[in-house]
Each structure stands twice: as C-alpha cells, then as structure tokens.
C-alpha cells in the first residue's frame, strides 16, 4: 500500500441490538471505539418479515398530504 493515502484501519467493537458484540476492523472511529447498532441482521424487518421502524412519523404524514391527489379513487 502506499504511505499516506489510505485512512487508518483499526480494531473496534460493535454491539448488536440483543447485546452481543464482536470486534471487527474497521475504518470508522478511533482505535477500541465501541459502534452500537440501532438496526442489525437480527432485527430488521427485510430479513424478519415484521414491519418497518418508521423513524419520523411527521415524514410520512407530510407525504401522505403532499401527494394524496394521486391516489386511486374508489
């Protein structure tokens, strides 16, 4: 590798949303970080088949008013 372009590659620990951790590589943060997640294999809903976690509702309600003349009428 060349010297002085690559950005520092470091151990860190990561905590999954049941506890569990593991330590990996990585290029986020600082040696010995721990990076704790809010969303992992275990619990989103694309590989559990429940719901999405809608993080601002205000969003989907601005939506909704924005483009409520386009839906289909019944």
Do not use: C
């Amino acid at each position: 590798m060349k010297k002085n372009i690559h950005p520092d590659y470091h151990k860190i620990k990561v905590v999954m949303t049941d506890g569990t951790e593991f330590e990996t590589r990585s290029t986020w943060g600082k040696e010995n970080d721990i990076l704790k997640l809010d969303i992992d294999p275990k619990s989103h809903y694309a590989w559990t088949g429940g719901t999405q976690k809608i993080l601002d509702k205000g969003r989907v309600s601005k939506y909704n008013k924005k483009f409520s003349n386009l839906r289909s009428k019944k």
